[in-house]
Every structure is written in C-alpha cells, then in structure tokens.
C-alpha cells in the first residue's frame, strides 16, 4: 500500500514539473483546454503565470515615438553622490604622487593617501586607490584640455 502511494505522489510531481515547463516555455496556447475552459486561465493566474502581452512595434508608432525616444537619450546622466573633494585638490595630490622621488620617500599608495586624506579610526585611509586611480584620469585628461588649449591660444 505504501509503494502504491509513494507511486502516485511522484507520478503527481512529475505531471506538476512538466505542466510548469509547459507553461514556462510559453506553450501554454497549444494547449487546446487553455482556450476552452475560462476557469483555466484564472487558475493560472493564481499560481502566477501571465500571459504574453503582444508588443507593438516602432515602426508603427510614428515620429512621435522617436522624437520622445531622442529626448530621453538626450537626458543628463543622473549624478551620484557630488565628489567629496574638488578636481583642484585632486590635481595637486595627483601631482605630487606622480612627482614624488619614489628612492628618497618609498612610500605606497595607501601610504600617501592615508597622509593626504586622512583615515578613519580602524586605520584604513579616507579614499581608496580605486578612486585615486579613477580621478587621476579625470586630472589627466584635463591637463591634456587645458595643454591643448594653450596650445591653440599660442601662450
């Protein structure tokens, strides 16, 4: 009697397991008793399957939609958190990384920030070495614009 039971509780598990296949590989419509019985779509929504909504395409739509679509692009990026510190007192820290004599001053990274920022009462510096290395980019590339414009200008 217990293999009998054991028996029907795995057939029950294995037609569940596929029904959820069926359905979560959206075959669902081949399914002529979807179609037929209403009650079959409301029990289904109550195990939470959705149907597919049909989507509308861009052509379609007209200029209306692409002049909306180019005013999202157009959008500002959201901003972060504002940067803790200016791009001026990045320049100068910066540039004293990049100058310093590594033979008289062997000192690291975290080191020199830890000096120049400050740390925090665990011992680990204010800034990381991933936000010096991101704004010694952003330095860099403005000593690239403002050579360039000095440049141009002939001073």
């Given at each position: 009697?217990?293999?009998?039971?054991?028996?029907?509780?795995?057939?029950?598990?294995?037609?569940?397991?596929?029904?959820?296949?069926?359905?979560?590989?959206?075959?669902?419509?081949?399914?002529r008793?979807?179609?037929?019985?209403?009650?079959?779509?409301?029990f289904?929504?109550?195990?939470?399957?959705?149907?597919?909504?049909?989507?509308?395409?861009?052509?379609?739509?007209?200029?209306?939609?692409?002049?909306?679509?180019?005013?999202?692009?157009?959008?500002?990026?959201?901003?972060?958190r504002?940067?803790?510190?200016?791009?001026?007192?990045?320049?100068?820290?910066?540039?004293?990384?990049?100058?310093?004599?590594?033979?008289?001053?062997?000192?690291?990274?975290?080191?020199?920030?830890?000096?120049?920022?400050?740390?925090?009462?665990?011992?680990?510096?204010?800034?990381?070495?991933?936000?010096?290395?991101e704004?010694?980019?952003?330095?860099?590339?403005?000593?690239?614009?403002n050579?360039?414009l000095q440049?141009?200008?002939?001073?």
């Amino acid at each position: 009697m217990s293999i009998l039971i054991l028996a029907l509780i795995t057939v029950g598990m294995r037609a569940g397991w596929s029904l959820d296949r069926f359905i979560r590989h959206r075959r669902i419509d081949l399914w002529r008793i979807h179609r037929t019985i209403r009650q079959t779509g409301y029990f289904l929504s109550l195990l939470g399957y959705e149907e597919d909504q049909p989507q509308t395409s861009l052509l379609g739509s007209g200029i209306s939609n692409t002049t909306q679509m180019l005013a999202s692009m157009d959008r500002p990026k959201r901003r972060g958190r504002p940067p803790t510190h200016s791009l001026d007192r990045w320049m100068r820290v910066v540039l004293a990384w990049e100058n310093r004599d590594p033979f008289r001053n062997p000192m690291t990274l975290t080191e020199f920030l830890s000096q120049e920022f400050g740390t925090y009462a665990d011992g680990t510096p204010c800034m990381s070495e991933n936000s010096f290395y991101e704004n010694r980019k952003k330095v860099f590339e403005e000593l690239r614009k403002n050579a360039s414009l000095q440049q141009e200008t002939g001073t």
